[in-house]
């Protein structure tokens, strides 16, 4: 059950009517508590719109669904839902709804009034977007393109990188198969041969010839970056000190496109320590944060995990593992970026950008 708190409201039943423009004339508003998040996702059309009031003496009160006051069919009419009164003490109750959303977005309002009906109180809106997941898992795809080199074959290079396996993630992402999505494809460039320019161009064409824009693409890099004539690179484990080979980011992401709007980049970033010839620059972990960041500004929907790779632990292990109840903080079946983030801030205080933050990574099984 979700408690949410409203600053004032006395229950008694309700009697049906509309909701008519003339009611936001001469009336008062009251608003739920800061707390309370005012615009999330939920994964499920059986709702329980839950919350605590004082008693103070309201005549009625009605939930008003869309601008409609919500009402269902009792087998002979179409009638008013009441709530279910639960009372905590003399001055407080808990009021609950059981409501059934439509699919997309919705706006729930608390009406109330007093002294026979001449004193109104509107709540503020919340808005709550019911995701269609049964939609999107018949025709969506992830796609996953993992850039996490198995190591570097100098030593110089190779010393101080971490490789960090990201399978138990995978597989985590995979279950999302016929969930949240009709199919999940993962591609690994992982081996010497798998960071040849040319291969990876190839691929990334091919899998973004099938791209649609309700699709999701996920990069994961997990390595070194340079950069050179102001483009951001990632190392390839094919490197020398003396003869450098880079993979482009902003190739990738023109090879990528713009028909896929949902995209997220985790970088689990290692700092670089050797010497190279002046033309190329040892970007820091800020530099690689504002780069990465520019290029997937362009997307509708987008967030970004930046990780220092020499804090200790996996941090795909963490992602892995996000998804559970325990993270599911405001209890809708879905872990968001945002609720990620709140699990991996005190472990690796990570950069973290979006556009929104309230945005699925994963759905719980109902």
Not at 112 to 128: F, G, P, Q, V
Not at 138 to 143: E, F, I, R, S, V
Not at 218 to 237: H, M, R, V
Not at 257 to 281: D, Y
Request: charged fraction near 25%; aromatic fraction near 14%; charge should be neutral.
């Amino acid at each position: 059950m979700r408690v949410w708190d409203v600053s004032s409201l006395n229950i008694t039943p309700i009697s049906k009517s509309k909701f008519t423009k003339n009611i936001y004339t001469n009336y008062q508003s009251f608003e739920f508590s800061s707390s309370l998040n005012q615009e999330y996702d939920v994964a499920e059309r059986e709702f329980t719109f839950s919350s605590v009031v004082k008693n103070l003496n309201f005549d009625n009160i009605r939930l008003f669904l869309n601008r409609k006051e919500y009402v269902q069919f009792n087998g002979i009419d179409t009638v008013a839902v009441k709530p279910i009164i639960k009372k905590i003490d003399n001055s407080e109750s808990i009021i609950e709804y059981k409501m059934y959303l439509p699919y997309g977005e919705n706006e729930i309002q608390l009406y109330a009034t007093k002294n026979n009906e001449t004193d109104i109180y509107i709540s503020n809106e919340i808005k709550i977007n019911c995701i269609d997941f049964e939609k999107s898992s018949k025709k969506a795809t992830l796609y996953i393109l993992n850039y996490n080199p198995t190591n570097y074959e100098e030593k110089k290079i190779a010393k101080g990188y971490s490789t960090q396996s990201n399978k138990v993630f995978c597989e985590e992402l995979l279950k999302l198969k016929n969930v949240v999505y009709k199919n999940v494809e993962i591609t690994n460039f992982n081996s010497v041969e798998a960071f040849n320019s040319d291969s990876i161009k190839n691929k990334i064409v091919k899998l973004s010839s099938n791209f649609k824009s309700y699709d999701a693409i996920i990069l994961t890099f997990n390595g070194y970056f340079i950069e050179k004539n102001k483009s951001l690179a990632f190392l390839s484990p094919n490197s020398t000190l003396k003869d450098i080979e880079l993979i482009y980011i902003d190739s990738i992401m023109n090879f990528i496109g713009q028909k896929i709007k949902n995209i997220g980049v985790i970088n689990n970033f290692s700092l670089l320590n050797a010497k190279l010839e002046n033309s190329f620059i040892i970007p820091d972990q800020k530099m690689v944060y504002d780069n990465l960041k520019s290029l997937i500004k362009k997307y509708k929907n987008f967030y970004f995990f930046q990780i220092n790779n020499n804090v200790d632990g996996n941090p795909f292990d963490i992602f892995a593992k996000a998804k559970n109840k325990s993270a599911d903080t405001n209890n809708n079946s879905i872990i968001s970026i945002d609720e990620i983030n709140s699990i991996l801030q005190p472990v690796f205080s990570p950069y973290f950008y979006t556009n929104n933050k309230d945005q699925y990574f994963y759905l719980l099984e109902h």
